[in-house]
T-cell receptor, first 113, second 116 residues
Framework: DTGVSQNPRHKITKRGQNVTFRCDPI?????LYWYRQTLGQGPEFLTY????????KSRLLSDRFSAERPKGSFSTLEIQRTEQGDSAMYLC???????????FGPGTRLTVT | AQTVTQSQPEMSVQEAETVTLSCTYD???????LFWYKQPPSRQMILVIR??????QNATENRFSVNFQKAAKSFSLKISDSQLGDAAMYFC?????????????FGKGTRLSVIA
């Protein structure tokens, strides 16, 4: 296994467009997290999946954001009607039950113009 | 809610010297994990070292060691024999150990520069 992967690595979009990011976790990891990291800040939690169930969303996740994890494998994060404030690095991480270390993907850098 | 504070936005160290990065946290929980993650420029975040709160012994991984002071809620990272490849953002992170969602709570990070 090569670790957590994310696609695309970079996305430039115009304000008002929709974008979708994909995360492929480590195959045996049942827990998946999305974080957002803005310049000069640490990552902030967005949402969490245990298998296919989305169990928690942070207040940062406005109703323009939606995430899915069909069949408990890969996950997608969609942002509708993007705003300039959505520009950030979106990180995905996964872990297995009982191991609290999270393994991170390389991130998707979103720029909204 | 838990918080993590890193009071040093930037640090620098001469190659082969030792540097200590500070981290304090706030929690009402008695059992938890603490982590130091490294994020090199344009590269993904990787774990440097972890500490379980119920273990009194400080964790060590090669040139990296921590000073964990549970009562003071302090968790500093010491890097010995610094190398050019150590230059990166370093994030201190907290994880609860409850059975549900345990997102990492990060500090704002410390940018470490290594001077040749």
């Amino acid at each position: 296994d090569t670790g957590v992967s994310q696609n695309p690595r970079h996305k430039i979009t115009k304000r008002g467009q929709n974008v979708t990011f994909r995360c492929d976790p480590i195959s045996e990891h049942n827990r998946l997290y999305w974080y957002r990291q803005t310049l000069g800040q640490g990552p902030e939690f967005l949402t969490y999946f245990q298998n296919e169930a989305q169990l928690e969303k942070s207040r940062l996740l406005s109703d323009r954001f939606s995430a899915e994890r069909p069949k408990g494998s890969f996950s997608t994060l969609e942002i509708q009607r993007t705003e300039q404030g959505d520009s950030a690095m979106y990180l995905c991480a996964s872990r297995t039950t009982g191991d609290y270390e999270q393994y991170f993907g390389p991130g998707t850098r979103l720029t909204v113009t | 809610a838990q918080t993590v504070t890193q009071s040093q936005p930037e640090m620098s160290v001469q190659e082969a010297e030792t540097v200590t990065l500070s981290c304090t946290y706030d929690t009402s929980e008695s059992d938890y994990y603490l982590f130091w993650y490294k994020q090199p420029p344009s590269r993904q975040m990787i774990l440097v070292i972890r500490q379980e709160a119920y273990k009194q012994q400080n964790a060590t991984e090669n040139r990296f060691s921590v000073n964990f002071q549970k009562a003071a809620k302090s968790f500093s990272l010491k890097i010995s024999d610094s190398q050019l490849g150590d230059a990166a953002m370093y994030f201190c992170a907290y994880s609860s150990t409850n059975s549900g969602n345990t997102p990492l709570v990060f500090g704002k990070g410390t940018r470490l520069s290594v001077i040749a």
